[in-house]
């Protein structure tokens, strides 16, 4: 018994594959050069800050190199700019309430910084762009009194140090191990069709014999986290675009369809969350079972298309698969076999139809952005 449950708990992982022992070290080398990359950006900012007249050995330079040093050179560069933005905007309205409205005692001191934060705290809820702007308010109106300094010299010196350090962070990505978020995606791309192609068999299983909702729910999940972090590679690779001095395919179509083809295996799982009754599964088991390792196979082939920047694979397979799965069901309900179906039956077997009809138009999407990414 316990083997069979330890079999059962595996049945829904990948094997490891070379492609995966791969992965693993492209990980690794990844996390290690982004150790390197944040230390020298530490110690570039600190030394840096020695150079520059600036308050408690550049504090701040040294805090906003290691807060904005990102995992690629597009990262880095959207995590300055956005810091360096929200610091601007956090600066300048603490500092033109701090010169309005007068704060000698603890009293007003508490009704200015209310003033500042609250509104700077709404556009943080509404933009990550102003996260650090409520943080400033609050360095510029406690900290300047710790120096012996008014606020405008407080916001200049806060504004100096930010884009010290921001601007040593973009500088060490682009100079110690640079990684590119074009890479990163390319990566992310890869791991995000070989958990599709893995999980499409397992969610169709469904229709054939009883399955665990914890599984399913398990399999919908992983799929979500590897489609949302390759969807976070788009922002940093737009950055990046004004830095390439080679043509690189947008990640924003590719991104796109991965979404969509995430959100038709969520179908696939719904319509497969009981097995059909026994007079269609003798029908439609085996073109169901022939549809999903076509569309296995294909995501699979993508992704090592996309790994070895081969021609993308064909479609035809698939295409002959639905088709046939098509025809099957047209038989079916030709003689009838469709009219004893309970209501959530017949609302299962219309989701699956829906879901292989976006599928085919998700994968010739698919199929072309792989051709794009390949020819460059």
């Known amino acids: 018994m316990p083997a069979s449950k330890g079999t059962a708990r595996s049945a829904d992982r990948a094997p490891v594959t070379t492609a995966d022992a791969a992965n693993r070290r492209a990980t690794f080398n990844s996390v290690a050069r982004f150790s390197l990359r944040m230390t020298a950006s530490a110690l570039a900012a600190y030394f840096l800050a020695q150079v520059v007249p600036v308050p408690l050995h550049g504090l701040w330079a040294v805090l906003t190199a290691v807060i904005v040093t990102q995992a690629s050179v597009g990262g ?63 360095i510029v109106l406690l900290l300047a009194g710790e120096f012996s300094q008014g606020p405008i010299t407080a916001a200049m010196t806060r504004l100096l140090e930010v884009a010290l350090g921001g601007a040593v962070a973009v500088l060490v990505s682009l100079l110690i191990f640079p990684e590119r978020a074009y890479g990163r995606g390319k990566q992310a791309a890869i791991t995000a069709l070989e958990r599709l192609a893995h999980a499409m068999p397992l969610l169709m299983a469904g229709l054939s014999k009883e399955s665990k909702p914890a599984d399913l729910q398990r399999i919908q999940d992983d799929l979500g986290a590897v489609v949302a972090a390759f969807s976070t590679t788009v922002a940093e690779a737009r950055h990046e675009r004004a830095l390439s001095f080679t043509a690189k395919p947008s990640v924003g179509p590719l991104s796109r369809t991965l979404l969509r083809l995430r959100h038709d295996l969520v179908l696939v799982g719904r319509a497969a969350t009981a097995p059909l009754p026994d007079t269609l599964a003798q029908r439609l088991g085996p073109p169901i079972a022939a549809t999903g390792s076509s569309v296995s196979a294909f995501l699979a082939a993508s992704a090592q298309a996309l790994r070895s920047r081969q021609p993308p694979p064909p479609l035809a397979p698939v295409y002959a698969a639905m088709d046939a799965y098509n025809a099957d069901v047209a038989a079916v309900r030709k003689e009838g076999l469709t009219l004893p179906l309970s209501t959530s039956e017949a609302e299962r077997l219309f989701a699956l139809g829906f879901a292989f009809d976006q599928m085919r138009r998700h994968l010739t999407d698919l199929q072309r952005c792989t051709g794009n990414w390949t020819a460059v």
């Open 76 to 138: 880095s560069i959207r995590a300055s700019l956005e810091y360096v933005l929200g610091t601007f905007v956090g600066a300048v309205y603490a500092t033109l309430v701090s010169l309005l409205v007068p704060h000698g005692t603890a009293v007003t001191m508490g009704a200015v910084l209310a003033l500042s934060i609250a509104p700077l705290a709404y556009a943080a809820a509404r933009s990550s762009i102003f996260r650090v702007a409520p943080f400033t308010a609050v």
